[in-house]
């Protein structure tokens, strides 16, 4: 077995009605459809929709970690 | 009609005893008195005071886009 | 008594199950272990491990800016 | 008359479907309508809408830079 | 139907003899290939080679947001 | 009375022959002629014009934060 | 044949538990299994696990960019 | 002796009612009362509270590195 | 023959009144006066003067990287 | 006991006369004398002395993550 | 006549015992004996050696704008 | 003598096909050809040519910093 491995990094934007965790949790479970290794994520930017004079949708753009197969 | 529109960006200061959103939805609530275009919003800072150990008020520097009237 | 203060800033990453707020407020808290006069925080990134395709815990950096006693 | 003068800058997003350079002076061309001593702007962002596989609006965001009137 | 959509976000680097804008259409072309659902792009680095003391190529970075099919 | 504030914040330009400190109070005393709750700066950028090899102006730009009157 | 390419950036992160260089190496090695145009990279990040008061692995994170097939 | 010396930095925030560089010299004259060794300081952010349309307090953020004593 | 070479960066200010594109020829050429192995360009900021409501000059600051002779 | 841990960051200098690795080394050692729970590293800055036309000391800055103890 | 100039930007660092904004003028005055076009500069960073528990000299980074002749 | 030193900083690039390490002294080795009050260097960027799945040659940004003769 090899005693290093090797990630990759994917940047995704995730929506939510209700709040920023939400956003995230949105984009984990869509990511987690392709990717059976994710590992971490970083939260790059946080932004929204406004409609009627309040949010909209919370837009949270991360980025997702996860170990490339039989690395 | 014009075939473009121009937007103006602001930068607000909303701030909540209870979560980050409640201090976004704050900001907006207030500058909808003045503002009817508002389409987004871009969080730029997060902070907040400390009381007793524990945070007082969340401080979410946030910057507002509406488009300009007529435009 | 003098006319200024000096405040040091320290570094923290507190962590969470289950949101951002809640990741600040224990770091906060073990920071209250040994500090008396903590007077603000600065989130400085917003990151979390990924379990079973979810947020596993959420990790968040934070500066804590507090007075230095006597100063 | 004073030695000295103070600015104030704000920041827009001019947007256009033809290039960089016209988003930038239709912004202007909007804040002219109402500000009279505009000397200078600066590039803060370049981005845009994808119609149809490519570019459907250029918006640049932009600081422009005006002297305060009687400063 | 969902009241949300995930975005995936990617890195791309256009090429062009005559004009920044021209660099980011053959960008945009070339991942209109294989993508069917982009919806903005946002300018991150511009550069290019030297040839005979002028521009020899305009090299734009840019980054392409397209929704997830059935997200 | 509402428990919670908001701020907005502008970006000025200070001009001084003298020094870095004169260039920012110039810019608070203009701003001071039309804003009644200013609470803070933030200083930016801090450059200048050069006449006869030395400094003619200082200009140093910072952001003002202001409560919004009965925010 | 066309006078421009477009090329594609993805995000590694390699590790090493002898050095900085061959955790680079490790991140091409492992991309190299499945694209056949890598032309650079760039280092993004440096960091590592600590293991015994000392470096476990260093984990560098690279952005490599290939060139498209057929562009 | 080693031919190697490791180095600590620490994150201050000086105040002055009169000037950057008395802000910055109020915060090293309190490190200085538990610090032996401090050998640079690095202007990190520069900002201050406003009384009465001007400057009430310089707060000023350094960074202060000293060296690690027998190290 | 040696297997390395040694690259110099300078930075130069290119301006024009008709384009972004221009700016960066019009700087190319005065450096090709007095350079003769130039081989890329970076775009660092891109800004400008107003004159009469729209654009007077653009100014586009650029970093020339060329080829130190016989490295 | 607790669902989640805090940790702090602290900021080092290492330096060495042979390698980036070896500056990283020698300042994870310095801080292994005093601290039990260093987890993971960043690389902040490298920089160092010239002497005689070459490297004298490389002087590499890292920020250093340890689990407070019982947190 | 041209109705376009270039300007070159280089960057130095001025010292002080005393102020930042007198190393900046020493800066400008050393920069003076060799340079005849310089129009502007832009304060990069500050920094200082500490000496006695307090500032040694300020060193402060500036980059220095001047037309390039006959440009 | 004069209490104060003023220092330029200059931008190279230097390759190597073994390391990081290796890059930096050959752009110094460079330097050092006409530059004899060389202090110190600051790494800006690391990045390289792809050879083979691997690298092909390491290109390492520095500035390095030396004192202005007689000032």
């Known amino acids: 077995m090899s005693d ?3 990630y990759k990094k994917i940047e995704l934007v995730g929506s939510s009605k ?3 965790e939400d956003a995230i949790e ?3 479970a869509e990511a987690a459809k392709s990717l059976n290794l ?6 790059i930017d946080t ?3 406004i409609v009627d004079g ?3 949708h919370y837009q949270v753009t991360i980025k997702v970690g996860f170990r ?3 690395s």
């Open 47 to 49: 932004r929204g929709h």
């Open 4 to 6: 290093h491995h090797t």
């Open 54 to 56: 309040g949010v909209g």
């Open 38 to 43: 994710m590992e971490w994520f970083e939260v």
């Open 18 to 20: 209700t709040s920023i």
């Open 26 to 28: 949105n984009a984990l």
């Open 68 to 70: 490339i197969v039989n």
